[in-house]
T-cell receptor
Framework: KQEVTQIPAALSVPEGENLVLNCSFT??????LQWFRQDPGKGLTSLLL?????REQTSGRLNASLDKSSGRSTLYIAASQPGDSATYLC???????????FGEGTQLTVNP | DVKVTQSSRYLVKRTGEKVFLECVQD?????MFWYRQDPGLGLRLIYF???????EKGDIPEGYSVSREKKERFSLILESASTNQTSMYLC??????????FGPGTRLTVT
């Protein structure tokens, strides 16, 4: 059974710092990996989706990488801002059109 | 923009009541999902649907059922609500293997 782990569970950084969030998964036979952001009490917002054939995806200050063989993904946030404070979740899809398996998330706080 | 809406943001029900949670998406997506989210347990899949009238059990289907009579609407039904079903319920949809889009969530409290 696929398991997704995110480390650290919580992270607090000063504004302007570059940071990396980590995601690992136990079964490398994935179809894609998706990163989400969740604000308190709200739904999830999709940030980036990386297909299994891709190594990375970029959107603005966000860059996500995928190393399928080692079962790892990272989300890099450049020049962090207080508005980036949220919980970040990664999720893997094992076959096309199937369910996602989620990690428990990293709670990020960016201090002004 | 894809929009996924859920019928209620907050809901309070009594033990034993039958509860309906509604989810509607406006992008003609084939796939729809119901998750629940609990502290320390993360998001867990309850049921999902690949097409109208199709449904598949997720990880924790016990105590729940679903209905998908129209492509845009996916309903989650708690047949007899219990206190351990107090949770945040999240609906999502996607097409194929593209991004899953989530609704705002329904925070259900069963007393």
């Amino acid at each position: 059974k696929q398991e997704v782990t995110q480390i650290p569970a919580a992270l607090s950084v000063p504004e302007g710092e570059n940071l990396v969030l980590n995601c690992s998964f136990t079964d490398s036979a994935i179809y894609n990996l998706q990163w989400f952001r969740q604000d308190p009490g709200k739904g999830l917002t999709s940030l980036l989706l990386i297909q299994s054939s891709q190594r990375e995806q970029t959107s603005g200050r966000l860059n996500a990488s995928l190393d399928k063989s080692s079962g790892r993904s990272t989300l890099y946030i450049a020049a962090s801002q207080p508005g980036d404070s949220a919980t970040y979740l990664c999720a893997v899809e094992e076959t096309s059109g199937s369910r996602l398996t989620f990690g428990e998330g990293t709670q990020l706080t960016v201090n002004p | 923009d894809v929009k996924v809406t859920q019928s209620s943001r907050y809901l309070v029900k009594r033990t034993g009541e039958k509860v309906f949670l509604e989810c509607v998406q406006d992008m003609d997506h084939e796939n729809m999902f119901w998750y629940r989210q609990d502290p320390g347990l993360g998001l867990r899949l309850i049921y999902f649907s690949y097409d109208v009238k199709m449904k598949e059990k997720g990880d924790i289907p016990e105590g729940y059922s679903v209905s998908r009579e129209k492509k845009e609407r996916f309903s989650l039904i708690l047949e007899s609500a219990s206190t351990n079903q107090t949770s945040m319920y999240l609906c999502a949809s996607n097409q194929g293997s593209y991004e899953q889009y989530f609704g705002p969530g329904t925070r259900l409290t069963v007393t």
